[in-house]
């Protein structure tokens, strides 16, 4: 996309969950060839990186954004295929960014409610689309790698949910949003203690106050939602523990107050795997056509600082 000859359009629909806002590229992506979604996000990675960057960032999106690429599933049980990324990369899922996706598929007439697979990077996913316009989505297998890692003045577990994620419980911060800095800065700092800590691949911090949480995404932003692949992971950690019983609803609130429900099975219970089940509703805002004009200096978003 860098200095393109001609202009170009691409046609995206936006929606926010729980306040979080996800942007699926409908119409006018790139080329990714064949094979499976794992395999498309190998080369949409390696390749069109500025798309990414074009889409997502400023100035037409910004750092709060997360982009959902609609692709040809390899999977023949599948409705769709999604590549999800974010202002600092791609991520292998995105829980409220799938439940954008479901509703963003029905407000095209794509889907009708009722249990529809989904094809992403990390392996499929089953939603189930209800007639009040919520979403339950069936994620990935859950699992907590390490309990109470200790890194410098931080403790907490760490726990897959679809992405990496290090959840800290005991932090003494104030989970507010007028105390957004501080927490953003606290959370910047203990993701760097954990990935010098043997755990290079955790992108996401969450700090939880009972019920509430505030969850740092790969960037400096933070998720207006409370995180559906970190609320797997929180459910992972909390079966474990024995302090959630299968089947029991828990209810994860964002900072901004929003709400998913959630609850799991087991899938193996002495590695600690389960199957979680994540559901919250979310909302169209905007169908737009974005416009990469041959010429502008900022085709490809602002220059990174």
């Not at 599948?78 to 799938?98: E, K, L, P, Q, R």
């Not at 931080?154 to 507010?176: C, K, M, S």
């Not at 056509?289 to 220059?303: E, H, Q, R």
Request: net charge neutral.
């Amino acid at each position: 996309m860098t200095g393109p000859a001609a202009m170009t359009r691409v046609r995206v629909v936006d929606s926010h969950t729980g306040g979080e806002p996800t942007r699926v590229i409908v119409e006018g992506g790139p080329d990714l060839g064949s094979g499976s979604v794992a395999e498309k996000l190998a080369v949409f990675r390696s390749r069109h990186d500025d798309f990414r960057r074009a889409v997502i960032t400023e100035p037409r999106g910004s750092d709060v954004l997360v982009g959902a690429l609609l692709v040809e599933p390899a999977d023949a049980r599948c409705v769709a295929g999604v590549i999800f990324f974010d202002n600092a990369c791609c991520i292998g899922m995105c829980g409220h960014g799938t439940i954008g996706l479901v509703t963003t598929l029905a407000h095209l007439g794509r889907l009708a409610p009722g249990t529809h697979r989904i094809e992403t990077p990390v392996g499929v996913v089953t939603t189930t689309l209800h007639a009040d316009g919520s979403t339950a989505l069936a994620n990935v297998p859950s699992y907590r790698k390490a309990k109470a890692v200790s890194v410098g003045a931080f403790t907490g577990d760490v726990a897959y949910g679809g992405n990496w994620f290090f959840l800290i419980d005991d932090h003494g911060q104030r989970i507010e949003r007028s105390n957004v800095d501080v927490l953003t800065d606290y959370s910047c700092r203990a993701r760097r203690a954990v990935n010098a800590g043997g755990f290079p691949e955790v992108d996401h911090v969450i700090l939880y106050d009972g019920t509430r949480n505030f969850v740092l995404c790969p960037g400096s932003a933070y998720d207006r939602s409370p995180c559906g692949t970190g609320t797997s992971a929180r459910l992972a950690c909390l079966a474990v523990d024995g302090r959630l019983v299968e089947g029991a609803m828990l209810v994860q609130r964002s900072i901004v107050g929003s709400e998913f429900t959630a609850c799991y099975r087991w899938l193996d219970r002495p590695a600690g795997t389960i199957a979680p089940t994540i559901t919250g509703t979310a909302h169209i805002t905007a169908e737009a056509v974005l416009v990469f004009a041959a010429g502008d200096p900022f085709c490809c978003g602002l220059p990174a600082l």
